[in-house]
Nanobody, 125 residues
């Protein structure tokens, strides 16, 4: 069983920055790819960014390239999402997800088996 917990959401003005954190805890020694998805009001959940278990490979949605950065933390199975130049349309609940590293890095919702409860990000205009 893997428990995924996010933190770091909040309210920020347009143009501001936020840093989200996520950790995936497990009793096994397995490594996990990690990803961020988001779901805005009355929208479907969408891919934001992903990073492989070693941190050597990343993937981003086009709408966040150059603004958001995903990175692994020093602790195993931790990941951060640095979000800069935020727009009101970035307002959403952001979810962290984990995928067993025996598989490839994915961008689809069903690629990921373990999900956190989400953290709300609200960007005011």
């Amino acid at each position: 069983q893997v428990q995924v917990v996010e933190s770091g959401g909040g309210l920020v003005q347009a143009g501001g920055s936020l840093r989200l954190s996520c950790s995936a805890s497990t009793r096994t020694s397995r490594n996990y790819h990690m990803a961020w998805f988001r779901q805005g009001p009355e929208k479907e959940r969408e891919f934001v960014a992903a990073i492989n278990y070693s941190g050597g490979l990343t993937s981003y949605a086009d709408f966040v390239k150059g603004r958001f950065t995903i990175a692994r933390g020093d602790a195993k199975n931790t990941v951060y999402l640095q979000m800069n130049s935020l727009y009101p349309e970035d307002t959403a609940k952001y979810y962290c997800a984990a995928r067993n590293a025996i598989y490839g890095l994915g961008q689809r919702i069903h690629d990921y088996d373990y999900w956190g409860q989400g953290t709300q990000v609200t960007v005011s205009s």
